[in-house]
């Protein structure tokens, strides 16, 4: 009575059990594996249908003495293949094809050959389909398959695994896919994104050659005539302009800036879109660990879409993110680094950083904690595989530089690394006291530092150049001058305005390593990143106006310009060829009285040096008006005769409100051919007088250090004829003489060059050097006229545009108030006062504090990290010294206290202060230290806006909203509600009307305030005829009836 199961069936054949008998109804429900016909070609039953107890019984009364039939475990399996074979009516491969044409194209009709030219362009067809290597791997690692790389169309034995896989599953066999797990997810770097482009465009162009040769006549065609290659250029261009990932660099500092280049986003061009996207997709992973940061993404839409690279992780040829793990072997960490992908690091038990390790390298814990499969395990040593490498691998480059990152919440500590990169670089860069010892990596990788590219001395040094001459012993390739030229940036502007200046910090004569740091560029500190400053600050409110995360500062801050920044603003104007006739830059303005022109020169444009303020006159430039195209004679009359005068309106670039400054740099550029004006052609000269003197500097090196080596070579040598006295003609040396360095001394440059030796090799030496010289003089000097001829080359504009000219503007921004700040915590603020520095609290020994902070910003925020960094800030900088407190392997709480008790500062970190108004100490002790402060981006000057009058929108007659547009402030129905209840009808309907969009009113209320009549009459709203029309274009007839009174 058992039942045949494969176990069963197992067992029967180890004993040599060759048959077993059945009874004719245990037949009834298998399926038959061929047609069964008897000897009198009766069909009995067909391939693959199941018996009944009619056919069993027929088959007992036929001569079919055996017949196959298919086996399958109930208990295990289902019959799925069965099961979709009885359903299936097609007996032949033609007609499977058919019917799956039929299926894909509904309403066309089948053949054989369409159908199956349908299913290999589908699948098989290598220029219609492919997989990418990608693909191939990732089906091959699913399915278990071993086939090359290269076979990116599907094969019929990927079709059949497909089928296994999927049957298995539904038994509960094989597993399903994570969609979120970084295994299956995969980076798209520029190249791909760009060469999928680089196909459309061939493809594009392959269309256009085949038209062509269909119609020019192939026997005289020429290869320009069949290719045109605007289609792939436009599409590249197109790429770069308008992609959604190609992006403006954030350059605000330059942590912002290499943050940006590690940026990892889901949006995208194949991507998803911040509708879409769910919880799932920005939620943080296992698989992340040490790949993406967990920490760093923006707030708001796109939270976990927009994420960064981890700091040690790199992308492998597939677009896999990988991590480097150190490699264990029988509980003994090696040196041996491998970079494992999310796929590759399930399979194994990782160690964490800090595990504890011996001398010799051996684990020491009996437990460890690990990771196996992205969960936390604890393991013995001998069952570890890998170990991480570092503490902060796991964390991006922005949130490595927070130290005592363990002890901030994780929505804080995401602020803090938002907020450093839109930290302002500052007058004076100050590294912070409390680092984490990531400051000089990122400093250095920024490419903003100028590092020694070879060891040597420091020739010379000044505020836009250095020389280094490199070390003899260095490696000197053909045609070298053993200099070394670093030309410094001077006051650049960013992409965010804020400047970037470069800054020597060698001293002449200094000796310099390879890789040394010769100059510091913006926000950086002797190659340290320096975002903010070092600031002592006091935890406590004071008068209410550190209330909800103000900020108090003390107005030593203001003076000693501690948080003072540069910001260069570019405006920009162009002349265009209208149809009315050209716009015209000039200083010959209508209506512009000689004071608003006094510093703009013969052409109209501003002078270098020049102070400006809000309405200030940069470009001048007038445009023709009139309704009137003119005629050709006219025209001609006008050339004659000049323009007169009241046919043009001025149009001059003017300073916006709210920028005020100096005048720092001009550009122009003008279009191929035409003939430049004077200040163009004064530019041009001082470029190339720049070029000149950069030129001749280059050329004086070379043969300076061209005559070092010759003389160096000449010591001790034997002359090859007599050596004369340029001057009096006497013989110094006679032919065959030695010369030594008292000969040499007296012997001028240009003598020394021509001396002949006796020895024919030490001679060919010294030609050597001449040769040397002489090309490298030769690469000189064609790189030089190729830059002035650039100079001297018209610019590219784009159509229509005759004339550009941008005018920069340098702006010093001393902090004040509105302005924001923060630490490297996620703890924000405004500056709410600045206040004497004889008013702020003083520590015991009379030193005032320079900020306070609400102490009230700490507890519910759970950034506890900035409290420790205060109390190891002033420890640090009682004692003179800079520390490095790493991410995850930072400072504990007895080290801080340690460090205060040695600078004889109180553990608890704390200390009684002093009211600066009245001289009263404070009621208990305050928590007082260093603090790391940062002036963001967000500053009160780039915010303020007020309107009189501006621009109204065209349907709605509304003003216009935001400072860019000059706009009014929007009164929404908010707004509105609170007005009503405090019964403010007539403002109400002042706001509604005149203010708004009742034009009539709008020029009535004019008149009556000019008149000084103080009277309101409002008329209708443009808002309400907006939406009477819109009522009548749905097909309602609304009606405006005046009353009759």
């Known amino acids: 009575g058992a039942k045949l199961t494969k176990g069963l069936i197992a067992k029967l054949k180890a004993a040599g059990v060759k048959e077993i008998p059945l009874a004719p109804s245990e037949l009834i429900g298998r399926a038959v594996l061929t ?107 699913k399915l278990g398959l071993d086939l090359p790389l290269e076979q990116r169309t599907l094969t019929a034995q990927d079709m059949v695994e497909v089928i296994r896989y999927l049957v298995n599953l539904k038994l509960g066999k094989g597993e399903i896919d994570d969609i979120d797990h970084l295994g299956n997810r995969r980076v798209r770097s520029v190249g791909e994104l760009l060469e999928n482009q680089f196909r459309l465009g061939l493809v594009r162009m392959e269309r256009s050659i085949k038209e062509r040769m269909n119609l020019l006549d192939m026997e005289t065609v020429l290869p320009h005539d069949l290719i045109n290659a605007k289609p792939v250029v436009a599409a590249v261009k197109e790429f770069f302009s308008s992609s959604q990932l190609s992006q403006f660099m954030d350059q605000t500092n330059p942590l912002a800036e290499i943050t940006h280049k590690r940026r990892l986003s889901a949006l995208g061009p194949g991507g998803l879109t911040r509708e879409r996207a769910g919880f799932e997709v920005r939620d943080v992973h296992p698989s992340h660990y040490s790949r993406i940061c967990p920490i760093e993404t923006p707030e708001g839409p796109n939270i976990g879409l927009i994420t960064s690279l981890a700091t040690y992780a790199r992308i492998n040829t597939f677009g896999f993110i990988e991590a480097p793990y150190r490699k264990v072997v029988k509980g003994r960490v090696t040196d041996e680094i491998e970079f494992l992908s999310a796929i590759e690091g399930d399979k194994y038990i990782i160690a964490q950083a800090n595990s504890k390790v011996d001398a010799s390298g051996r684990l020491v814990s009996e437990n460890i904690s690990a990771r196996a499969a992205g969960d936390f395990v604890t393991a013995t040593a001998d069952k570890i595989e890998y170990m991480d490498v570092s503490p902060k691998q796991v964390v991006s480059v922005a949130t490595a530089l927070v130290p005592f990152l363990e002890h901030d919440d994780a929505n804080r500590a995401l602020m803090g690394s938002n907020m450093q990169r839109q930290a302002v670089p500052l007058l004076k860069s100050e590294a912070p006291l409390v680092g984490t010892g990531m400051e000089t990596v990122v400093a250095r990788d920024s490419g903003y530092v100028v590092q020694a590219r070879r060891a040597g001395v420091v020739e010379s040094v000044d505020a836009t150049r250095i020389v280094v001459r490199a070390d003899s012993k260095e490696g000197r390739k053909k045609n070298d001058a053993g200099l070394d030229v670093y030309d410094l940036i001077k006051f650049q502007r960013s992409n965010q305005s804020t400047t970037i200046t470069q800054t020597p910090v060698v001293r002449l004569g200094q000796p310099v390593k390879m890789g040394q740091v010769l100059a510091d560029g913006p926000a950086i500190d002797h190659g340290e990143l320096a975002l903010g400053k070092n600031i002592l600050v006091a ?170 080596k010759i003389r160096k070579l000449l010591l001790g040598k034997v002359v090859g004829r007599d050596l004369m006295d340029p001057e009096s003609g006497d013989v110094i040396l006679k032919k065959k003489g030695k010369l030594t360095a008292e000969i040499l001394k007296r012997l001028p440059d240009e003598t020394v060059r021509y001396i002949i030796l006796s020895d024919p090799d030490e001679q060919k030496e010294l030609e050597d050097v001449e040769r040397r010289a002489k090309e490298q003089i030769e690469i000189l000097q064609t790189l030089y006229d190729e830059k002035v001829g650039r100079l001297k080359r018209g610019d590219e504009l784009p159509p229509g545009v005759i004339k550009l000219v941008k005018v920069y503007v340098s702006m010093k921004r001393k902090i004040q108030v509105g302005d924001k700040m923060a630490g490297r915590h996620g703890n924000k603020g405004v500056v709410s006062r600045v206040l004497p520095e004889e008013d702020m609290p003083c520590l015991p020994d009379g030193t005032p504090v320079e900020i306070v902070l609400n102490p009230l910003g700490v507890p519910s925020r759970m950034n506890v990290g900035q409290i420790l960094e205060t109390h190891l800030g002033w420890a640090a900088k009682t004692l003179g010294i800079k520390v490095a407190s790493p991410v995850f392997d930072g400072a504990s709480e007895t080290e801080i206290k340690e460090l205060l008790k040695k600078a004889n500062l109180p553990t608890s970190g704390q200390s009684m202060l002093m009211d600066g108004r009245t001289g009263e ?20 000057d780039d915010k303020i806006h007020a309107r009189s009058i501006g621009p109204y929108s065209l349907v709605t007659q509304q003003p216009l909203g935001g400072k860019a547009q000059f706009g009014g402030q929007r009164l929404g129905e908010m707004e509105v509600w609170a007005l009503q209840a405090y019964g403010a009808a007539s403002t109400l309907q002042e706001f509604l009307t005149v203010k708004s969009d009742d034009v009539p009113g709008r020029s009535r209320m004019y008149e009556a305030i000019v008149k000084g009549e103080p009277f309101l009459e409002p008329g209708l709203p443009e808002s309400f005829n907006v939406l009477v029309k819109e009522l009548q274009s749905l097909g309602l007839d609304v009606e405006l009836v005046k009353s009759q009174d």
């Open 921 to 940: 100490m404070f009621g208990s002790p305050v928590t007082v230290g260093y603090m790391y402060v940062l002036k963001l981006h967000h500053l009160v």
């Open 35 to 141: 047609e069964l016909v008897d000897s009198k070609k009766n069909k009995i039953a067909e391939k693959n249908q199941r018996l009944t107890a009619e056919i069993v019984e027929a088959l007992l009364e036929s001569d079919i003495e055996e017949f196959k039939a298919i086996y399958f475990d109930t208990v295990t399996s289902t019959p799925v293949i069965l099961d979709t074979l009885e359903m299936d009516k097609t007996a032949s491969k033609e007609e499977a094809m058919v019917e799956i044409y039929r299926r894909l194209r509904p309403g066309e009709t089948p053949s054989v050959d369409t159908a199956r030219a349908l299913f290999d362009n589908l699948f098989m067809n290598s220029k219609r389909y492919d997989l990418s290597p990608v693909g191939r791997l990732k089906l091959n690692k």
């Open 539 to 708: 935890f406590m409110p004071w008068g209410g106006y550190n209330f909800e995360d103000a900020i108090l500062l003390s107005e030593k801050l203001v003076r000693e310009d501690a948080f003072t920044s540069i910001h260069i603003e570019e405006f920009e104007v162009e002349a265009r060829d209208t149809k009315l006739g050209k716009e015209d830059i000039t200083r010959d303005i209508p209506n512009v009285g000689e004071e608003a022109l006094r510093d703009l020169d013969e052409s109209g444009i501003i002078r270098i040096g020049a102070e400006v303020k809000p309405g200030n006159i940069l470009v001048g430039k007038v445009t023709p008006k009139g309704e009137t195209q003119l005629t050709p004679e006219e025209k001609l009359l006008r050339a004659i005769f000049g323009e007169k005068a009241g046919d043009v309106k001025d149009t001059s670039l003017t300073v916006p409100p709210g920028v005020e400054g100096i005048v720092v740099d001009v550009k122009i550029f003008s279009r191929k051919g035409l003939d430049k004006d004077e200040r163009s052609k004064s530019i041009e000269s001082d470029d190339a007088m720049k070029l000149q003197r950069d030129h001749h500097e280059e050329l004086r090196i070379i043969d300076e250090e061209k005559t070092k």
